[in-house]
C-alpha cells in the first residue's frame, strides 16, 4: 500500500477499518477540550467503557449479600478466576488449564522461579537478556541470593553488539550453547520493553530445552499485542501484567501460564496456599495440601474479585475481536506512523529519527522506540502539551504504541502535525 501523509487519506484508513467501533469503547483523556493521541497504552491501556459495569456488579452484590456472594453472587466469587481460563488461552495460545489469574507480575514471576529455578552445584545460570526490565533484574539478584549464588557467576546477561540496539538471535542461541550444561533456566522478556524487539520464543525455548534447562518468559509487553503459541511451543512457564496492552488498571492483576507437562508432577516445589488446594476440597479445611491440576494449583490466596473484574472485561473484548485482527490492524497502523516519522523527517532539515526498533516485521509488534537525534526534552513537553501521551526515555528516545484497539490511522496524521509543530517551533 502507498501511504499518503494526508488527513484524508488517514481518515481513508479509519473507514477501511474493521476495528473502528472500539474506539468508541475506550475512555480517551482530554488535553485542551480534545482526545488525547495515545502512545502509551504499552504502560497504562485505557480504560475500556464496559469496564465500570463489571466492577459495580461485584460492589453490588458484595452490598446485598456481603458473605454469601463468594457462592451466590452472579458470578460467584469463590471461582470468579474460572472465567479466564477460556478467554486467556485464547490470547497467549494456551489449553484453558494452563492459564490461570493471580498476584501481579514480579511476584508471579518469583513464585514461578520457585517452581522452576532449582540450581545445582553443576546446573546453576540463568541467562536473561542485557538490560531487562529492572524489576526483573532486581528478581534475579534477589533469587540467586536467596539461594546462596553469586550473581556475577549465576546471571549470564545476552548482551547487544557493540553500536547495535537490538540482540541478534544467532547470539542468543550462541550464549546457551556456550553456557551449555550449567544451564538451569532461561528467562527473558518476549518483548523487550526499551526497543519493542520481539524475540523468537520457539527457538529459544528449543534451544533451552537442548540443554536440559527450564525456558521461561516475561510477557508484559507481548500479552494481547503479539501472536503466542505458549502450549505448542513447549514453554515452560510465563507470566505478564494485564495493565498494558490488556487495559485492565493501574497495577493489576497478572495472568501465568504453565505448560501441561508440569501440571502431574508433584516433585516442583512451590509456595502453596488455599486456593491451589484441590477445588472440591477447598473449604473442608485439612491439613494436606493437595494441588489442583492445572496451572490453579499455583493460586496462593484468595483472589481480589474487585481487580478481577477490570481484567474480565478486558479479556471478553479480546476474545470478541480476536488477536488476528488485532495484529492485522497493528501492523497496518505500526506501518502507517513509520512513514509517518520518515515524512516529518524528510520535511525538516535538521531532523535525524532513528527507529531502533528492528526493522524486520516478525522481530516488531506495536512499538516503535525512536531516537530523536538533536532533539530535547522540551519536544516532549511541547508533545505532552499538546495532547500526544508518549514517554521520554533518556537520552532523547521517545516510545509510541499505536494500540490497534483504539488508536486511529488519523491519531498518526495528528502525531505527525504536532511533532513538526514542535520541532519548527524550536520547542
Ligand atoms: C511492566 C513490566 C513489569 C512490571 O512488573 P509489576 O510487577 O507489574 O510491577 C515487569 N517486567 C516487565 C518486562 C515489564 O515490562
Known amino acids: 500500500m502507498t501511504f499518503e501523509n494526508t488527513r484524508e487519506f488517514a481518515r481513508q484508513l479509519d473507514a477501511q477499518d474493521e476495528l473502528r467501533k472500539y474506539r468508541e469503547e475506550f475512555i480517551?483523556?482530554?488535553?485542551n477540550g480534545k482526545e488525547v493521541v495515545y502512545f502509551t497504552g504499552n504502560s497504562l491501556g485505557l480504560q475500556p467503557k464496559r469496564t465500570k459495569a463489571y466492577v459495580d456488579e461485584i460492589m453490588n452484590d458484595w452490598a446485598a449479600l456481603a458473605v454469601e456472594g463468594h457462592f451466590y453472587a452472579e458470578k460467584p466469587w469463590w471461582?470468579?478466576?474460572?472465567?479466564f481460563a477460556l478467554p486467556l488461552s485464547g490470547i497467549v495460545g494456551a489449553k484453558p488449564s494452563e492459564v490461570t489469574v493471580m498476584n501481579t507480575l514480579t511476584v508471579n514471576l518469583h513464585l514461578l522461579m520457585v517452581s522452576f529455578y532449582r540450581p545445582t552445584a553443576k546446573k546453576y545460570k540463568i541467562i536473561c537478556e542485557e538490560k531487562a526490565f529492572p524489576s526483573d533484574q532486581y528478581m534475579f539478584q534477589s533469587q540467586v541470593h536467596f539461594h546462596g549464588l553469586n550473581a556475577k557467576d549465576a546471571i549470564v546477561e545476552i548482551k547487544r553488539r557493540e553500536g547495535e540496539?537490538?540482540?541478534?538471535?544467532e547470539d542468543v542461541l550462541a550464549k546457551i550453547d556456550e553456557v551449555g550444561d550449567e544451564l538451569a533456566?532461561?528467562?527473558i522478556g518476549g518483548v523487550n520493553y526499551y526497543t519493542g524487539q520481539v524475540f523468537d520464543m520457539k527457538t529459544i525455548t528449543e534451544a533451552g530445552h537442548k540443554h536440559g534447562a527450564y525456558v521461561g518468559f516475561d510477557l508484559a509487553h507481548a500479552a494481547g499485542n503479539i501472536k503466542l503459541n505458549l502450549h505448542d511451543w513447549g514453554v515452560d512457564f510465563a507470566a505478564w501484567c494485564s495493565y498494558k496492552y490488556m487495559n485492565s488498571g493501574p497495577g493489576n492483576v497478572s495472568g501465568i501460564f504453565i505448560h501441561e507437562a508440569h501440571h502431574n508432577n508433584t516433585d516442583l516445589p512451590r509456595f502453596a496456599g488455599w486456593w491451589g488446594h484441590n477445588k472440591e476440597r477447598r473449604f473442608k479445611m485439612e491439613p494436606q495440601f493437595d494441588p489442583v491440576r492445572?496451572?490453579?494449583g499455583w493460586q496462593v490466596s484468595n483472589l481480589p474479585v474487585i481487580s478481577l473484574a477490570p481484567y474480565l472485561a478486558s479479556v471478553e473484548m479480546f476474545a470478541e475481536v480476536g488477536m488476528d485482527k488485532l495484529i492485522a490492524k497493528r501492523d497496518l497502523i505500526t506501518a502507517y506512523l513509520e512513514f509517518i516519522l520518515h515524512e516529518v523527517d524528510k520535511e525538516i532539515e535538521g531532523t535525524e529519527f532513528e527507529i531502533i526498533t528492528p526493522e524486520n516485521k516478525e522481530e516488531r509488534a506495536c512499538q516503535l522506540s525512536v531516537f530523536l537525534h538533536g532533539q530535547g526534552r522540551a519536544l516532549f513537553d511541547y508533545?505532552?502539551?499538546?495532547?500526544?501521551?508518549?514517554?521520554?526515555?533518556?537520552p532523547n528516545v521517545i516510545r509510541l504504541a499505536p494500540v490497534p484497539f483504539y488508536c486511529s490511522f488519523e491519531d498518526m496524521y495528528d502525531f505527525g502535525q504536532i511533532l513538526k509543530q514542535g520541532i519548527l517551533n524550536k520547542a
Do not use: C, S
Open 28 to 31: 480517551f483523556p482530554k488535553v
Open 79 to 83: 471461582d470468579y478466576q474460572e472465567r
Open 165 to 169: 540496539h537490538n540482540i541478534r538471535m
Open 185 to 187: 533456566l532461561v528467562l
Open 294 to 296: 492445572g496451572a490453579d
Open 383 to 394: 508533545l505532552m502539551k499538546n495532547g500526544v501521551i508518549t514517554d521520554w526515555r533518556e
